[in-house]
């Protein structure tokens, strides 16, 4: 059990990561998001993302869904740690 808390975990802070990357990469209206490797991070993201935008519309051209996305990753891999006895990430 204890292996599958730390791989899950493990995975959330990854996520995070593509997550981070891809808000980042959003602020360049250049990106050709069909080209790899964007297209690759575009598919494994956005249908996450794409969860809160249906609930949080971008206000003024503003996307804030990625807060509420963040946010809720940021629950999960803190109760995991928690599980886990470890101490809770920031």
């Known amino acids: 059990m204890d292996l599958l808390i730390a791989t899950l975990a493990t995975f959330i802070q990854i996520y995070s990561t593509l997550l981070i990357i891809r808000v980042l990469l959003s602020w360049f209206p250049n990106i050709?998001?069909?080209?790899?490797?964007?297209?690759?991070?575009?598919?494994?993201?956005?249908?996450?993302?794409n969860i809160?935008?249906?609930?949080?519309?971008?206000?003024?051209?503003?996307?804030?869904?990625?807060?509420?996305?963040?946010?809720?990753?940021?629950?999960?891999?803190?109760?995991?740690y928690s599980l886990r006895g470890l101490p809770l990430l920031g």
């Open 32 to 49: 050709n998001w069909y080209n790899q490797p964007f297209a690759a991070l575009s598919q494994v993201t956005d249908p996450y993302l």
């Open 52 to 80: 809160f935008r249906n609930i949080i519309p971008p206000l003024g051209g503003i996307d804030l869904s990625p807060i509420l996305a963040f946010l809720l990753l940021n629950i999960v891999g803190n109760l995991l």
